[in-house]
């Protein structure tokens, strides 16, 4: 749909790029899987320095392993356990920058060091969790959460 531009070296323009050009993937005619899967691929372009990107998606009972970009992972995660479980089941966004550091940290990639889990709400109900790892520590920040928190209202708004 659009021509890829060299990314910047500046963040927060590839994020807003990303933002741009997000809705224009995002479509109620298409299945949430398609979305979802089209997301993970455009956050893997815009994001640098992650290792892993994908969806997590709510069943009414646990979260399963949806679209992603990464190595194999995790495909079923209980509400509360790791990241993604404790994002899922507060209905906050999580920001971890050391993984290890977390003890109930469920490790999928031996490379990941730091962590940013958005949950997903529509109609007051959990539908999914969008995780992002790093193999760097203290990759996420302010901006990262502002940035992945509009992405998913985007994703909302647009294709549920």
Known sequence: MFEYEVLSKDRAKNYSRMLEVLPHYLSKDDTMITNLANVSALINFYVDAINWVGFYIYDGSILTLGPFQ?????????????????????????????????????????????????????????????????????????????????????????SL
């Open 70 to 158: 990464g190595l194999p992972a995790c495909t079923r995660i209980e509400l509360g356990r790791g990241v993604c479980g404790v994002a899922a089941k507060t209905g906050e966004t999580q920001v971890v920058e050391d993984v290890h550091s977390i003890e109930n940290h469920i490790t999928c990639d031996a490379a990941s060091q730091s962590e940013i889990v958005v949950p997903i709400y529509h109609k007051g109900s959990l539908v999914a969790v969008l995780d992002i790892d790093s193999p760097i520590k203290k990759r996420f920040g302010t901006l990262e959460k502002e940035t992945f928190e509009a992405l998913v209202r985007a994703i909302v708004d647009k």
